[in-house]
């Protein structure tokens, strides 16, 4: 298949309506400031073959996706253990929604919200990893040093009243055991990590290939059995209320972020990319999903 032509052609198609629909992520001025004009989509295939276009190098905030490597990093470190914090069933709900904490007492429905994500970054602390040890985590995966942007990291400290009030929650049921300040600390910068479409295709590059490393010979970053259950995750859970419709539209597994960025994987074949920054109502990137639709008609990719 010749993947270049393919996403050239995507590009081609959705560049005429950059900027005409969806909203720039504006709860901080980092991402308020951030262009609407931009689209960019790279992948990567098992046995390393890369392919990307349009704005493919620029890096973006990749937000949520931050919680696929969490997720990971959790995995490899408490196997099993930790469902015991987090459940695995999709939340049919906005991702920083509060509503079913309660009910639940303060068990998250799964790792990719928010209070998930919160949840998992009290597991990483209690072992011992912050995020340095994810930094490190994702620039192996992508063999290149990827950072993150201390101004975006400080303004969602200063702006994430949901994010307080979803920790302080789970924290009242004794589900959180480190300082609530310490469990936001890092889940705050782990959304401020950069990334570009490219680094991002190579980084999640283990979940098309049973968990072995994108760059390392021999390296399982987690097991099979445990890269097919991230997988699993990402189609109920990955794009939160709208995961219904990625399955319906797209057929594969997909974590977004309200920076724009979309990873989508097919297994056994490639990890691919899409990034541009206008979101629709549940914030995924709307030329984004587009793209991944017209990426799945025409290379005929889905896991259905
Ligand atoms: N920083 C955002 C938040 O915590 C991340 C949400 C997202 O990317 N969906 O609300």
């Not at 949520?64 to 049919?92: N, V, Y």
């Not at 201390?150 to 200063?158: G, K, L």
């Not at 899409?274 to 030329?287: H, I, M, Q, R």
């Amino acid at each position: 298949m010749n993947f270049q032509a393919i996403l050239d052609d995507i590009v081609a198609t959705v560049k005429p309506q950059l900027g005409a629909q969806g909203q720039v992520a504006s709860y901080i001025p980092a991402l308020a400031r951030v262009s609407p004009q931009q689209f960019g989509i790279a992948l990567r295939t098992c046995d390393g073959l890369e392919a990307a276009s349009g704005d493919f190098a620029t890096p973006f905030s990749i937000q949520s996706m931050s919680k696929l490597f969490s997720l990971t990093m959790a995995m490899q470190h408490l196997g099993d253990a930790l469902w015991q914090r987090i459940g695995r069933e999709p939340s049919g709900n906005p991702f920083n929604s509060l509503v079913q904490l309660e009910n639940e007492h303060g068990k998250p429905r799964n790792p990719f919200i928010n209070a998930g994500a919160i949840a998992v970054a009290d597991r990483l602390l209690s072992h011992g990893d912050g995020v340095g040890q994810l930094l490190e985590l994702l620039s192996a995966l992508c063999n290149e040093p990827v950072h993150l942007d201390p101004e975006v990291a400080q303004s969602e400290a200063e702006t994430g009243f949901r994010n307080h009030a979803l920790a302080n929650f789970m924290k009242s049921f004794g589900k959180l055991d480190n300082p609530v300040a310490a469990v936001l600390d890092l889940y705050f910068h782990q959304c401020a990590i950069r990334m570009s479409c490219q680094q991002m295709a190579r980084a999640a590059g283990y979940l098309c290939r049973d968990g072995r490393h994108p760059y390392r010979p021999g390296v399982a970053v987690v097991s099979a059995s445990q890269a097919r259950r991230v997988n699993a995750l990402m189609l109920t859970c990955g794009t939160y209320d709208a995961a219904g419709e990625f399955a319906y539209r797209i057929g594969l597994p997909c974590k977004s972020g309200v920076g724009g960025g979309i990873v989508a994987v097919v297994p056994d074949q490639l990890t691919l990319c899409v990034w541009s920054p206008a979101l629709d109502a549940s914030g995924n990137s709307l030329l984004g999903m587009q793209a991944l639709e017209l990426f799945a008609a025409r290379t005929g990719l889905s896991i259905f």
